[in-house]
């Protein structure tokens, strides 16, 4: 699904509970915009937020925070702003080139029960495992990664935004791989959508 570039900022701003959504990007500033306007927003509104990402996007999306005027540090002392290394998650529960789901659920859910008991009834969940395990393993694996995202989704009820670097002659896109992955999503937009600064 796809909307007007106010829409994709509102929805950035204001997701709702179980919102998935997905932001393919050729460039990673288009991902860092994205992220720091749906990671900023949450902190504004005494939200609590997840990102589990590459190490070098945690830098550029901590640095766009801060020229942004959040205060990272004191959210990071309250426990509202929590960053995880994706592929050091991935490393703990892939089996045999597959998620496993008991593994990636004690991964992360610690992290969110520990935010519930904290107090924060919304959180929002940034996910970059999908982006680094697909261009590796096959992509049955990324959509089951997809599909177990969604179980964690329902449970908890918090929005997961993903996103996907994406080649636009990559022959697997071709093959329908973006297609079974943006099935698994609520929300799809694409690299080009206008994000106003």
Not at 44 to 67: H, Y
Not at 80 to 98: I, N, P, Q, S, Y
Not at 137 to 160: F, K, P, Q
Not at 189 to 195: G, H
Request: proline share 4%; with cysteine; net charge negative.
């Amino acid at each position: 699904m796809t909307g007007k570039s106010t829409s994709w900022n509102k929805l950035l701003r204001s997701p709702y509970p179980c919102d998935h959504i997905i932001q393919l990007y050729t460039s990673p500033e288009v991902l860092v915009r994205a992220l720091a306007r749906f990671v900023g927003s949450a902190l504004e509104q005494g939200e609590a937020a997840v990102v589990i990402a590459a190490a070098k996007r945690i830098a550029a999306l901590t640095k766009r925070l801060i020229e942004t005027g959040y205060d990272v540090a004191s959210t990071n002392g309250q426990g509202a702003f929590v960053t995880l290394d994706a592929e050091r998650c991935l490393a703990k529960f892939m089996v045999d080139g597959v998620p496993d789901r008991a593994g990636f659920r004690s991964v992360v859910t610690p992290i969110l029960d520990r935010l519930r008991d904290a107090g924060y009834k919304k959180i929002r969940l940034f996910g970059e495992m999908v982006n680094v395990l697909w261009p590796h393993t096959s992509g049955a694996a990324t959509v089951w990664l997809e599909e177990l995202c969604n179980e964690l989704i329902a449970d908890y009820e918090l929005c997961l935004l993903c996103a996907y670097h994406v080649d636009p002659v990559d022959v697997e896109l071709r093959r329908g791989i973006l297609h079974r992955i943006t099935r698994c999503h609520s929300y799809f937009f694409p690299d080009d959508w206008e994000l106003a600064s």
